[in-house]
């Protein structure tokens, strides 16, 4: 079955202008996962819902990043007046509901790199 | 807090030779425990967890890994590495749902 997926792949921008980030997770999956991969790095948590309610977005670095999931889908993070810092691979999961309360597998999408000029 | 370390940023084995990969973490939680596979260009793949069942927990692709809370370890291990092993793993630790990632290891496998 299709997988986790993410548009664009690759998205180049100049410094002050907002980009919009699109992650369509496994169909009926509960959960879904926002994070960012600096080259070299681990991805890092920034955010993630349940169904449609953001349950924690400690992870988020600043008010210029948001995200939503209005129908407990498809989500999109977005970046407002970006900046060369926020270069990096954005990376997507989703997960189904955990019968043991605790975290389950998470597939993850195959990101979108992005560069901010 | 919780954090996790991986003890060696590239690990270099012959086909053939077992593989060990490194990992420490720091949990004030019993915590959930994860390792992860990225082939280039691919995404993450799960290879095994630990949610405090059996200490030793076998993945696929004949990987496992021990917890042994005494240490705070959860290396990971293979008797045999194959060419295609070769990639970029990730242990990580959870915190409820909140997962914590290392910087990642990786593994190159000489024919």
């Known amino acids: 079955g299709a997988g986790v997926s993410q548009s664009p792949r690759y998205k180049v921008t100049k410094r002050g202008q907002d980009v919009a980030l699109r992650c369509d997770p496994i169909s009926g999956h509960v959960s879904l996962y926002w994070y960012r991969q600096a080259l070299g790095q681990g991805p890092e948590f920034l955010t993630y819902f349940n169904y449609e309610a953001q349950q924690d977005k400690s992870g988020l670095p600043n008010d210029r990043f948001s995200a939503e999931r209005p129908e407990g889908s498809i989500s999109t993070l977005t970046i407002q007046r970006t900046e060369q810092r926020d270069s990096a691979m954005y990376r997507c999961?989703?997960?189904?509901?955990?019968?043991?309360?605790?975290?389950?597998?998470?597939?993850f999408g195959p990101g979108t790199r992005l560069t901010v000029l | 807090a919780q954090s996790v370390t991986q003890l060696d940023s590239h690990v270099s084995v012959s086909e053939g030779t077992p593989v060990l990969l490194r990992c420490n973490y720091s949990s004030s939680y019993s915590p959930s425990l994860f390792w992860y596979v990225q082939h280039p260009n691919k995404g993450l793949q799960l290879l095994l967890k630990?949610?405090?069942?059996?200490?030793l927990v076998k993945g696929i692709n004949g990987f496992e890994a021990e917890f042994k809370k005494s240490e705070t370890s959860f290396h990971l291990t293979k008797p045999s590495a194959h060419m295609s092993d070769a990639a970029e793993y990730f242990c990580?630790?959870?915190?409820?749902?909140?997962?914590?990632f290392g910087r990642g290891t990786s593994l190159i496998v000489h024919p």
């Open positions: 990580v630790v959870s915190r409820g749902y909140i997962p914590t």
């Open positions: 630990y949610t405090s069942a059996a200490t």
């Open positions: 999961a989703s997960s189904a509901s955990s019968s043991s309360g605790g975290p389950n597998e998470q597939f």
